[in-house]
């Protein structure tokens, strides 16, 4: 496809499963992040892929939450024994970095809209 | 703490009114961009601001880059209805990583 795909676009879970969420970025976009966004706010950073680089993690709110990339292209983001406050949506963005030109634009995916009962 | 501060984060008007919203730091971006977000989807890319000050229209937005490439705001012109969404600052910190930085938005709805 064209753009950054994500899946599932909804997901409900009880409480204390654990769930998978994926990202298939653009092709050939070397950057990959993955964003929380809970109802009405702001996005809130949880992990950065760049190429081979080790990915930066500094935003994961819990050893809970982990995500890995294969291959450079599709990343999944784990969250294990969800918590009602897990509930979110969960977006994906990937781009190309031009280091010196200043252009980085992000593309998002739709996002995956998690629900914890 | 928070590297790129929107401010205001919530913004209600009437439509035709006039709004600026802000983003701002205390570090240095080599480039600022501005995303939009609409209900149920992803933020999409407005405008990417480069050079200090910088200024940029996009029809009735208004885009401006500090001098001191450490702020930039978004002037509105004549709100319409469809102009309501969240309004995300991201940069790139000059001397950080190749990493995208986001503010936390400004959410703006305009009333008919």
């Known amino acids: 496809g064209a753009g950054v795909s994500q899946s599932p676009s909804n997901k409900v879970t009880e409480k204390g499963k654990d769930v998978e969420l994926r990202c298939d970025p653009i092709?050939?976009?070397?950057?990959l992040y993955w964003y929380r966004q809970s109802l009405g706010q702001g996005l809130e950073f949880l992990i950065y892929f760049q190429g081979n680089s080790a990915p930066d993690k500094s935003g994961l709110p819990s050893d809970r939450f982990s995500a890995e990339r294969t291959g450079g292209s599709v990343s999944t983001l784990t969250i294990q024994r969800t918590q009602q406050e897990d509930s979110a949506v969960y977006l994906c963005?990937?781009?190309?970095?031009?280091?010196?030109?200043?252009?980085?634009?992000?593309?998002f995916g739709q996002g995956t809209r998690l629900t914890v009962v | 703490t928070q590297l790129l501060e929107q401010s205001p984060q919530f913004l209600s008007i009437q439509e035709g009114e006039n709004l600026t919203v802000y983003c701002n730091s205390s570090s240095v971006f080599s480039s600022l961009q501005w995303y939009r977000q609409e209900p149920g989807e992803g933020p999409v890319l407005l405008v990417t601001?480069?050079?200090?000050?910088e200024v940029k229209k996009l029809k009735r937005l208004t885009f401006q880059f500090g001098d001191a490439r450490k702020d930039s705001s978004l002037h509105i012109t004549a709100a319409q209805t469809g102009d309501t969404g969240l309004y995300l600052c991201?940069?790139?910190?000059?001397?950080?990583?190749?990493?995208?930085?986001f503010g936390k938005g400004t959410k703006l709805t305009v009333n008919p």
């Open positions: 991201a940069g790139l910190r000059v001397g950080g990583s190749e990493k995208l930085v």
């Open positions: 601001v480069v050079t200090g000050g």
């Open positions: 963005a990937s781009s190309y970095p031009r280091p010196g030109t200043g252009n980085t634009e992000a593309f």
């Open positions: 092709s050939g976009h070397t950057a």
